[in-house]
């Protein structure tokens, strides 16, 4: 299939992208709405979760990406291999995941991953990072009590001021620091490029107490 074309970044404090999005009725998303839930926020194209929601059929997958076209072609992609444990919303994570993860059954989100967001270098632009005090806040509220959080970045400033998000809040507690290996089965698209580059990858683990 042709992989439809999108802008690498866009603004997500844009006027267009701060209306809430509309909520899925998920029981009609997730046969087995109990399972536990793995949520990948700003998941790209969405390879990464469609593989990994193959190998792990008792787990739900929700992948969360704010450029519509890779959700709709992600969508696509997973009904044409009649998964029934994964989805794909698009959303400004930092406009709609308070409204997401209260509406999903409680004590099911056991994993959340943030895999090589958008940078935004300038320091002006660092407010636009999909990694702010508010979505560590909302994550330790729908969090189960020893669920995880799984940061990585290819831009060692990125997984420094992620790590310090997670470190200030009182309900993480860091369990690994700077893993070597990842610790999941499946690598996304932009981990396989970075090593082909020989270049190195920051990864960090945190608990929710």
Not at 45 to 59: N, V, Y
Not at 69 to 77: H, M, Q
Not at 113 to 126: N, T
Not at 195 to 200: I, L, Q, R, S, T
Request: charged fraction near 25%; aromatic fraction near 12%; proline fraction near 6%.
């Amino acid at each position: 299939m042709a992989r439809v074309r999108v802008r690498q970044h866009v603004n997500p404090l844009s006027r267009k992208f701060q209306e809430p999005v509309g909520i899925p009725n998920w029981s009609e998303i997730y046969p087995h709405l109990q399972y536990p839930l793995h949520l990948d926020i700003g998941c790209g194209r969405g390879r990464f979760l469609w593989e990994i929601a193959q190998q792990r059929g008792d787990w739900n997958f929700l992948g969360l990406e704010i450029r519509e076209p890779l959700v709709t072609e992600a969508n696509e992609w997973r009904d044409r291999q009649n998964l029934t444990n994964l989805h794909y919303l698009f959303c400004n994570v930092n406009i709609s995941l308070k409204d997401i993860l209260p509406s999903l059954p409680e004590n099911t989100l056991h994993y959340a991953s943030i895999q090589f967001p958008d940078p935004w270098f300038k320091h002006r632009h660092q407010k636009r990072r999909v990694v702010q005090d508010e979505v560590v806040d909302i994550l330790s509220q729908f969090m189960s009590s020893g669920g995880q959080v799984f940061l990585q970045s290819d831009v060692e400033d990125v997984a420094l001021q992620m790590r310090s998000l997670f470190d200030q809040h009182a309900d993480f507690s860091r369990s690994h620091d700077w893993l070597e290996e990842n610790p999941l089965p499946v690598q996304t698209e932009r981990e396989i490029a970075t090593y082909a580059k020989g270049e190195p990858v920051y990864r960090v683990m945190f608990e929710r107490l």
